[in-house]
């Protein structure tokens, strides 16, 4: 009920929200939060923020044009109050099981086998959601339940995984600002929700990214690098967990979430406004792919920055995302799929819609 179906992606037109578990939407509102940095002291009176520096040309460079970059003595540390769907749960999820035995649907597009199930063989594609649970170490789509639509939408373990090397900053937002000092420092978890293998394995390079070689993380340009973040548990509790609440309640999964930052607020429910049908453009969350793409096209309109604006005004999303000056971020993405998450397969269907043309 976190992800928007496959047959549904092309109705979105960048106004409707992929995936919407809580990892991805904290990391798509920081995102949101850092153009709205950029867009606050690029205007008059030029205020200053204790996040983000707009760099003097002098301090620019070839490798890394961006006019923002996050100021050098800002860390950034993400909570989660349960572990990551995906790789960094499994033993988690087959310890809950009543019956372990596991569910083996695979992604419609996959059509390999390994030892007689229907779940795709290593570096052929996602496994999907907890299906096949006791293989460990491979990329997996959402949903986890079976009987839902499919989807792929990576995992949020996978998602986070990917950040370590391309960092939190999405190809819109890196058009503007530098990904230099854009990675998760540490990423802390309930310590009922970690599991030091599961984290060894899922996230670091001495588990399945271990075909990352220093070689090709020295290759990387425009400030990329491997920045991994440090897994720490903690004994405190969300107040709302499942471990939280009295025996007698029942904890039921809900499709409402909530986005949150210093300035705004929006509650939606199925990648959407709360109150607007799911296709309705006026539903459309300021942390959308249009959403996005249209405040970074007005703060390179209004920081005078005609080389960003000319790269930011291509006739569709993925031709932006296709710019020369996003090279660097796809070569990165490349490496770490092709040497870490093998089983990675991009989600198409929702990037040819133009930023100023209203759906049909």
Known sequence: MKCLPQDKLAAGNGNVLHDWHAEVVAVRTFNRFLLDECLRIANPPFPASDIVHQRSNSERTAQEPQPFTIREDVQIHMYCSEAPCGDASMELTMDAQED????????????????????????????????????????????????????????????????????????ITSSLISPRNAYIHSLTLPASQYVPAACERAFSCTGRLRGLTGDTIQSWGGGYRWQPFEVKPTEREFAWSRRSIAAHEKAVASNLSAVWTPTWQETLIGGVLQGRKQMDPRGASKICRRGAWSLAVQIAGIAGLPVVLEALRRSTYSEVKGADHLQDRRKVKKDTQEQGLSGWVRNTGDSDFALHTPPS
């Open 100 to 171: 372990a035995t596991p569910w083996t649907s695979a992604p419609p597009t996959i059509s390999s086998t390994l030892n007689g199930s229907d779940a795709p063989a290593e570096g052929t594609g996602a496994l999907r959601g907890r299906s096949n649970f006791s293989l460990l170490g491979a990329v997996r789509c959402k949903p986890s339940r079976p009987d839902a639509p499919p989807t792929l939408s990576k995992s949020c373990t996978d998602k986070l995984t990917m950040k370590q090397a391309t960092s939190l900053l999405s190809s």
